[in-house]
């Protein structure tokens, strides 16, 4: 295998970065923006005119186009766990809840500010994930299903996961 180029190398490094950054949920709506700007302004119609998502004006516009679908398709795999049996939603956003509520005690501990979402005595999952995945997680896999219509079932599996986290009755455990 042959050496990469340092221009290469940065350009990969670039990439990634980007592409871990947009598992960050404080750029959630400034990404879901990016990608509904560059939608609009394309000229792409639903299922139809691909080739015009990705600017190639210039190399800069280009690569950000391409970057802003790369953030994407890892943030939806991101927020995909919305998407799954709710046994598994369950189970997958209370262990990201006992990973915020440990760091929240730690905060507690050393008398700092408690993270958003991360103080248990103050933070109610099941009243919290209907209002996630209604304002979070449903405009993104809308906005992915404007692109491709074969995934317009992936809001309906949101809304069933909303009603379901209402029906939900929170215990002890």
């Excluded at 050496?3 to 400034?30: G, Y």
């Excluded at 939806?76 to 262990?95: C, H, I, K, N």
């Excluded at 317009?152 to 939900?168: D, G, I, M, Y």
Aim: hydrophobic share 40%; charged share 25%.
């Amino acid at each position: 295998m042959g050496k990469i180029s340092p221009m290469d190398f940065k350009l990969f490094r670039q990439r990634f970065i980007n592409m871990i950054l947009s598992t960050d949920m404080a750029r959630s709506k400034e990404d879901l923006d990016a990608l509904n700007d560059l939608i609009e302004h394309s000229g792409f119609t639903a299922d139809k005119n691909f080739d015009c998502l990705i600017d190639k004006t210039s190399k800069t516009t280009e690569f950000k186009s391409q970057q802003t679908f790369l953030d994407t398709v890892i943030h939806a795999g991101d927020m995909s766990v919305a998407l799954r049996p709710f046994e598994t939603v369950q189970t997958w956003t209370y262990l990201l809840f006992d990973e915020f509520f440990t760091q929240g005690d730690l905060e507690k501990a050393q008398n700092l500010t408690v993270s958003f979402l991360c103080d248990r005595e103050a933070t109610n999952v099941r009243n919290m994930q209907p209002f996630f995945v209604t304002n979070i997680v449903m405009p993104l896999f809308s906005t992915i299903a404007g692109i491709f219509p074969s995934m317009e079932s992936t809001t309906k599996l949101c809304q069933e996961t909303v009603e379901k986290w209402q029906a939900h009755v929170e215990t002890e455990e």
